[in-house]
């Protein structure tokens, strides 16, 4: 079963707006990452935030977490159309062994 | 550049047929993961390895085997494809204290 869902499942906006999706979470963890997805290739890991965290910044990207209501937003702003991409988030509970279990991911699209 | 290789990109495959996926990674990490794409579910762990000599199962394990005889390969056995398992497989790596993980660039498995 998925750990992490995002929303939305898809997102449309124009080069240089912001982007904010969210990431909803079951059980407690020890940390959240995001990732992105490039059409055609592997993930890339774009940031970690702890779970006594609650938001870190890291370059145009701004990560938020709130364990209360198990949930987490990734804001990209000023966006460019290399940001085109599937974001996805990963949480390090399940199974019992603290393995990365994602989520079904968002479609982001950057219209030139 | 240093990173993980998987090999091959694509292959087509009858059903019941055995295929091997292969893993490499420079990295010297020590924990190495099979993941599953499928559209609409996101990446769900097949079998890890915590370090060399060990393995463990993930969360759709049944009809794939895995084996870790040294640091640097890690393939992943699909003992009698059947078409259910036609999906984009992604193995990845983590060593730092940070729990990132370094996919490679994926492998596009078609049983007919």
């Known amino acids: 079963s998925q750990q992490g869902e995002e929303d939305p499942q898809a997102l449309s906006i124009q080069e240089g707006e912001n982007a904010t999706m969210n990431c909803s979470y079951k059980?407690?963890?020890?940390?959240l990452q995001w990732y992105r997805q490039n059409s055609g290739r592997g993930l890339v890991h774009l940031i970690l935030?702890?779970?006594?965290?609650r938001e870190k910044h890291s370059g145009r990207l701004r990560v938020t977490l709130d364990t209360s209501k198990k949930s987490s937003s990734l804001l990209i702003t000023a966006s460019r159309a290399a940001d085109t991409a599937s974001y996805f988030c990963?949480?390090?509970?399940?199974?019992?062994?603290?393995?990365?279990?994602f989520g079904t991911g968002t479609r982001l699209t950057i219209i030139p | 550049i240093a990173g993980i290789t998987q090999a091959p990109t694509s292959q087509i495959l009858a059903a019941g047929r055995r295929m091997t996926l292969r893993c490499t990674q420079d990295?010297?990490?020590?924990?190495m993961y099979w993941y599953r794409q499928d559209l609409g579910l996101g990446l769900r762990l097949i079998h890890y390895?915590?370090?060399?000599?060990?393995?463990g199962k993930g969360e759709v394990p049944d009809g794939y085997s895995v084996s870790r005889a040294n640091t640097d390969d890690f393939p992943l056995t699909l003992a009698s494809a059947v078409p259910s398992q036609t999906s984009v497989y992604f193995c990845?790596?983590?060593?730092?204290?940070?729990?990132?993980?370094?996919f490679g660039e994926g492998s596009r498995l078609t049983v007919l």
């Open positions: 990295m010297r990490h020590n924990a």
């Open positions: 990963a949480t390090d509970a399940n199974f019992g062994n603290e393995k990365l279990t």
């Open positions: 390895s915590n370090t060399a000599g060990t393995t």
């Open positions: 990845a790596s983590s060593g730092g204290s940070t729990g990132e993980l370094f």
């Open positions: 059980t407690s963890i020890n940390n």
């Open positions: 935030i702890r779970s006594n965290e």
